[in-house]
């Protein structure tokens, strides 16, 4: 047995191990994955960076071509001061061939770099000057410079006498391989990582991969197939050497060249499987580690268990005078020493607990008696005053009646005021007192379930208040063929006071409404009725079904505060529950449930 125990924790270990490693593999494979992705996302980040570098570029160039546009020296078509000034600036712009600017008529003016041979030729015929002379600023096609025998293109401003007209052109035509050899200095870019950049009719303006392709069509047809009508992305292509690479691409947003980022597939896959077999190799070296270690644990645990295991044989055999070694510290021990302590109170236990068993027999049977003699006086109590007060307040309002209809003439106006307020304090108490007969004998009252047609009930109860405070403007809304199992008589009480509510709350309103339905909370039904009155702050919610809790003054709106409290004791009586939501000046909505069946 023992033999077997041990193998058995083996066994486990073994077992626990195999979801490790197959997990690692699966791991490996999706750090793979995961690493390649990784890859491809910095390279589409770096094509994102580059085509905003080349942005920044062209807006850098047109504020200096807007500042050269506001010197008094062009606006007057000054072709000497304009050179000098020209000459001055170019060795501060490297990455720029020329300035140059060229009157409406297409002559130059004035250049930077030979300006004589510049003002020689004319620019009518020039993408550039076409576009540049229609007062905007304007990035051109590339085309070939005749002045610099290379191919470049030009960033123009327009230039504008005192009078507001056009006068000139500004020109700054940019050097592309001096473009092309500041990215592959500033940049962090791989030795085999390709940089380029077509213009709009997928012409070369970069191309780190062969400088000589500068300026020629792009022949990777497949390649601007995949990246036209999208502003960026990466895909996978070849290139002309036929080599595989991830190509990550993102658009220049003023002029809609692409900028083009390329990695060797060859590459993104070294790095992702160096990263992805870093892990697999330390993910393995802990699971080695840790099922040796658990190995090692299981067998010496397994031993210890053997022997708590025989000692459970015993006692089950009867033999409470077996005893385990408890000696150490750990876990298992305390469990020995534990299983000891057991086994010699067991029988004193027993009797214990039959002891506690006949008291806690007899304490029940008292506390019940003593609670439901308690509930009893509490009821009959409450009965009682409520039943003993109505003699004396229906005197009150007798006598205060009496003295009005028969000495009203002999009292004095302060008299006659105060005969009144004592008359509709006394009708007010008898409200209240008539509230807490009914509350009283709500907790005695016997639930008498039936299907109630709820629709029905509340058109009936609506009637009763329009004949009683007619108001035609009062809109209500009954959803029909609501039915519920319920005690009629209570639940009547219960909307007689949710509805009287709501009618009485929209006294106020200029179009009172009153709806009546149903709805789902959490998958149980649940009925409400909803006004558009004053409302109340939910601040005080937890004061709303307290008796005598009342949120609005007896001078805003007359009740008892008891109303409330009578609806959640009849809701409560029917196992179900109620709540309510609301704000100042947008009415109120009450929720409420009978049981778990509505």
Known sequence: MKTGLRNKFIFIVLLAVVPFICYAVLDYVQTLNDKKKDVIARNHEKAV?????????????????????????????????????????????????????????GNNFASAVNPELAQKSNGTDKEWFIRGS???????DLYQSKLFKHPTFMITMPVFDASGEQSAV?????????????FLTTETLGARTVLSVFDK??????????????????????????MANKPDGSLVSHDPGDVKRYYSFASVDSTGWKVLVGVPASEVSKEANRGALRHLFFFIAICLVGSLTAFYYSRKLGRRVEVLINGLDEVAAGNFDYRLPADGNDEISSACDAFNRMTAERQKAEQEILHLANTLEKNVAIRT????????????????????????????IAYSQMLMEDSSAELSDSARNYIQRINRSGIQMRELITHLLTLSRLNSQEINRT??????LCHSICTEMQESDPRDHVQVNIEEGLTVAADLPLLNIAMLNLIGNAWKYTRNT???????????????????????????????????????????????????GVGLATVLRIVQRHGGSIWAESSPGNGAVFYFTLNRET
């Open 49 to 105: 960076e580059l085509a905003k570098e080349i942005e920044e570029f062209i807006e850098s160039s047109r504020n200096v071509l807007y500042s050269l546009s506001l010197h008094p020296a062009l606006n007057r078509g000054d072709s000497a001061a304009s050179n000098d000034i020209f000459n001055q600036l170019i060795p501060l712009y490297p990455l720029h061939l020329n300035i140059l600017a060229a009157d409406m008529d």
């Open 134 to 140: 229609k007062g905007v600023s304007v990035v051109s």
């Open 170 to 182: 500004l020109g700054f035509p940019v050097n592309l391989h001096k473009l092309q050899e500041h």
């Open 201 to 226: 009719k997928s012409v070369y303006l970069i191309n780190t991969a062969d400088g000589s392709e500068i300026g020629k069509p792009c022949k990777q047809l497949a390649l601007l197939r995949e």
């Open 369 to 396: 008696t003593e609670l439901t003699n308690a509930k009893n006086e509490l009821e009959s109590f409450s009965y009682a005053v409520s039943h003993d007060l109505q003699a004396p307040v229906r005197h009150l």
């Open 451 to 456: 299907v109630v047609d709820l629709s029905m």
């Open 510 to 560: 200029p179009e009172p409404r009153i709806e009546i339905g149903s709805t789902l909370q959490n998958g149980q039904q649940c009925f409400f009725v909803r006004d558009n009155g004053s409302g109340f702050d939910m601040a005080y919610k937890d004061k709303l079904f307290t008796p005598f809790q009342r949120l609005h003054t007896a001078e805003e709106f007359e009740g008892s």
